[in-house]
């Protein structure tokens, strides 16, 4: 940054280009996905499973959505930077710099942070079952509880937990 850049909106501008460069970890958006919101709460409806497909004879077997909904509410995170002019001034090296795409790149980690504990959570969903549960809408086929493989779960070998995490991961993600 020279004299030029000694603006906020300089700082601002840069930092909005390093947060729509910065990228979140590769699996965030594999299980799940970012929905805008300026809203207080988002309510989350039709979440139940939907009907299986049927060989089409006859006419049509309309089903309703079943209205199942999940409301999460919106919190706000920050994070902020003081720069002093004189710091700017003799930042001859590019460290501001380098401090602001550091910030965008926590900004996307502290997401994959979220969901991160979310997942380990295991809290209820929207049929008060935990999102690691067996029976979702009371059905025996909707069984997502992931156990480890291991001849004693509380003391794994390496091995064991490596192939477990692996195992985990790829039934996550539909590979199994």
Do not use: C
């Not at 700082?11 to 699996?27: C, M, S």
């Not at 207080?40 to 979440?47: F, P």
């Not at 995170?77 to 380098?98: K, M, N, P």
């Not at 401090?99 to 979310?118: C, P, V």
């Amino acid at each position: 940054m020279g004299l030029a850049d000694l603006s906020s909106r300089s700082i601002i501008g840069r930092l909005f280009l390093a947060l729509e460069e910065a990228q979140p970890p590769a699996w965030v958006s594999d299980i799940g996905m970012s929905i805008s919101s300026d809203q207080e709460s988002e309510t989350y409806r039709w979440l139940a499973e939907l009907p299986a497909m049927r060989e089409w004879l006859g006419g049509r077997q309309a089903n309703r959505l079943d209205v199942r909904s999940q409301v999460v509410r919106n919190q706000r995170f920050e994070a902020s930077l003081e720069v002093s002019r004189a710091e700017l001034r003799r930042d001859s090296t590019g460290q501001i710099q380098l401090r602001i795409n550091e910030l965008a790149a926590r900004s996307q980690q502290h997401w994959a942070k979220l969901l991160t504990d979310t997942i380990v959570a295991n809290s209820d969903t929207y049929d008060g079952v935990a999102f690691y549960g067996l029976n979702h809408d009371g059905v025996a086929s909707n069984d997502n509880a992931l156990a480890p493989a291991a001849a004693s779960p509380a003391a794994p070998t390496t091995a064991e937990f490596e192939s477990s995490i692996f195992g985990t991961l790829e039934a996550m993600l539909g590979f199994k």
